[in-house]
């Protein structure tokens, strides 16, 4: 369990009105074990699924609910909830709620609450998986997203509805562990003025690599680049000099961070080769192709027969080759699973002779290749953590915080 400074933190709890509200008891009790000082405002139909009074009992505050509510208003009311919060957690964050979040309502508490405080808000999103997909809730969270408000979760699985697929509220202790990880990156940030990466130099590849078979046809894979660039961002952001190797996508360059566009392998491995020395941390995000064409055709090849096979041969692994140097910085590696994760991703750390890799499931629906949100099982010689799914930048950040921490020790 991560521990939270000593001053304690105020959390307040945001329960919308769906199925997973009946888990909202044990995420107090969870926040609760971890010296938070939690209070909850439920929504008038979360109190179809779970009562005032148990999470009153548990929380140990009197539970609001309603912005009309004279007695309640004269104890804490929503501009005092507000304030008071260091940071807010709806969960669960239903397809409707999140709609009227976005649409900056003030038609009961939550939604008040939102518009009213300064404190981070995080977002648990829970709802059946066809509205989570459905291009209005997408919408909602990219905007949600854009104005700052974090996404944790959601999961993807077998649903209360009986379908299977992304949207169930991830499990409360998922949650509180994120909280907890929200705290201690902030306090890390606080004690080093939140440069915990500052005069750190850090290189970085992204994307896919096209592997050319002759002038007008290549191949890749679904890499968008977006995870790298995450990874670039925070680091600038923390203070680091970011050099990012990119292949080819269609992003944006964070600020502050030099980047050099790459198509190929090999190009790849050059520009990483060309800029690796001096650097203190290397994180190859990049699907880099395993293989590519042994002969690429000068000329458009025309097609004529049935049949065509193309001789590929292996491309040289970057980490591998970067993990072999004398001099190296501290390397990390990303592992992309279908299967097996745990085991594949360990082979990788131990085969490529890594400090620490980060694996993901690419076979989770809403995770992964091209996609906004991503989980990880970050596995290191002494040690393993799982970041629960969130959006790639947050994760970003933890990666990263891990990385500090286990580079430092
Ligand atoms: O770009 P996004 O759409 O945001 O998607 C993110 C991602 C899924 C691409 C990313 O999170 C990820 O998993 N990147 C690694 C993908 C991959 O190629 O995994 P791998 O298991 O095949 O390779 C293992 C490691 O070796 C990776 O760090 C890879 O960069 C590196 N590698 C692989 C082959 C090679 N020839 N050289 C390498 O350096």
Same mark, same amino acid.
């Given at each position: 369990?991560?521990?939270?400074?000593?001053?304690?933190?105020?959390?307040?709890?945001?329960?919308?009105?769906?199925?997973?509200?009946?888990?909202?008891?044990?995420?107090?009790?969870?926040?609760?074990?971890?010296?938070?000082?939690?209070?909850?405002?439920?929504?008038?139909?979360?109190?179809?699924?779970?009562?005032?009074?148990?999470?009153?009992?548990?929380?140990?505050?009197?539970?609001?609910?309603?912005?009309?509510?004279?007695?309640?208003?004269?104890?804490?009311?929503?501009?005092?909830?507000?304030?008071?919060?260091?940071?807010?957690?709806?969960?669960?964050?239903?397809?409707?709620?999140?709609?009227?979040?976005?649409?900056?309502?003030?038609?009961?508490?939550?939604?008040?609450?939102?518009?009213?405080?300064?404190?981070?808000?995080?977002?648990?999103?829970?709802?059946?998986?066809?509205?989570?997909?459905?291009?209005?809730?997408?919408?909602?969270?990219?905007?949600?997203?854009?104005?700052?408000?974090?996404?944790?979760?959601?999961?993807?699985?077998?649903?209360?509805?009986?379908?299977?697929?992304?949207?169930?509220?991830?499990?409360?202790?998922?949650?509180?562990?994120?909280?907890?990880?929200?705290?201690?990156?902030?306090?890390?940030?606080?004690?080093?003025?939140?440069?915990?990466?500052?005069?750190?130099?850090?290189?970085?590849?992204?994307?896919?690599?096209?592997?050319?078979?002759?002038?007008?046809?290549?191949?890749?894979?679904?890499?968008?680049?977006?995870?790298?660039? $995450?990874?670039?961002?925070?680091?600038?952001?923390?203070?680091?000099?970011?050099? !990012? &190797?990119?292949? #080819?996508?269609? %992003? *944006? =360059?964070?600020?502050?961070?030099?980047?050099?566009?790459?198509?190929?392998?090999?190009?790849?491995?050059?520009?990483?080769?060309?800029?690796?020395?001096?650097?203190?941390?290397?994180?190859?995000?990049?699907?880099?192709?395993?293989?590519?064409?042994?002969?690429?055709? $000068?000329?458009?090849?025309?097609?004529?027969?049935?049949?065509?096979?193309?001789? !590929? &041969?292996?491309? #040289?692994?970057? %980490? *591998? =080759?970067?993990?072999?140097?004398?001099?190296?910085?501290?390397?990390?590696?990303?592992?992309?699973?279908?299967?097996?994760?745990?085991?594949?991703?360990?082979?990788?750390?131990?085969?490529?002779?890594?400090?620490?890799?980060?694996?993901?499931?690419?076979?989770?629906?809403?995770?992964?290749?091209?996609?906004?949100?991503?989980?990880?099982?970050?596995?290191?010689?002494?040690?393993?953590?799982? %970041?629960?799914?969130?959006?790639?930048?947050?994760?970003?950040?933890?990666?990263?915080?891990?990385?500090?921490?286990?580079?430092?020790?």
């Amino acid at each position: 369990m991560m521990s939270v400074s000593l001053i304690t933190k105020n959390v307040l709890l945001g329960i919308g009105g769906g199925i997973a509200a009946y888990k909202s008891a044990d995420l107090v009790r969870r926040l609760k074990e971890r010296g938070f000082d939690v209070r909850v405002v439920m929504s008038q139909s979360a109190m179809e699924f779970i009562t005032p009074l148990t999470l009153q009992a548990l929380s140990g505050h009197p539970v609001s609910s309603s912005l009309l509510d004279p007695a309640a208003e004269a104890a804490m009311g929503h501009i005092e909830l507000a304030r008071w919060a260091d940071l807010v957690i709806i969960a669960p964050a239903t397809a409707n709620l999140l709609a009227r979040i976005n649409a900056g309502m003030a038609d009961e508490l939550i939604t008040t609450t939102c518009l009213a405080t300064e404190a981070p808000i995080a977002l648990c999103p829970a709802m059946n998986q066809q509205m989570y997909r459905n291009l209005a809730t997408q919408a909602n969270l990219a905007s949600l997203q854009s104005r700052g408000y974090t996404l944790w979760g959601p999961a993807s699985g077998s649903q209360a509805c009986g379908e299977v697929g992304p949207g169930r509220m991830l499990e409360p202790l998922e949650i509180a562990e994120l909280a907890s990880r929200f705290f201690a990156t902030k306090d890390v940030y606080a004690e080093q003025e939140s440069q915990p990466l500052a005069g750190q130099s850090v290189l970085i590849t992204a994307g896919p690599t096209r592997e050319a078979i002759d002038p007008v046809r290549y191949i890749s894979n679904h890499s968008s680049g977006k995870m790298g660039f $995450a990874l670039a961002k925070a680091a600038a952001d923390m203070g680091a000099a970011v050099t !990012l &190797v990119a292949g #080819p996508v269609n %992003l *944006a =360059t964070p600020e502050g961070v030099t980047r050099i566009d790459v198509e190929s392998a090999q190009n790849m491995l050059d520009a990483v080769m060309d800029n690796v020395d001096k650097k203190d941390i290397f994180i190859g995000c990049a699907a880099v192709a395993d293989y590519r064409v042994n002969d690429i055709a $000068a000329c458009k090849i025309k097609k004529s027969a049935e049949e065509m096979q193309l001789a !590929l &041969v292996r491309n #040289p692994d970057i %980490l *591998a =080759t970067v993990a072999s140097l004398a001099n190296r910085p501290f390397v990390v590696g990303f592992a992309a699973e279908t299967h097996d994760v745990e085991t594949y991703a360990r082979d990788k750390l131990k085969r490529k002779n890594l400090n620490m890799i980060a694996a993901n499931d690419v076979s989770v629906a809403g995770q992964g290749f091209n996609a906004d949100a991503n989980a990880l099982r970050v596995f290191w010689p002494q040690g393993s953590q799982d %970041l629960p799914a969130t959006d790639k930048l947050t994760l970003a950040r933890q990666l990263l915080s891990l990385i500090v921490k286990e580079k430092t020790k």
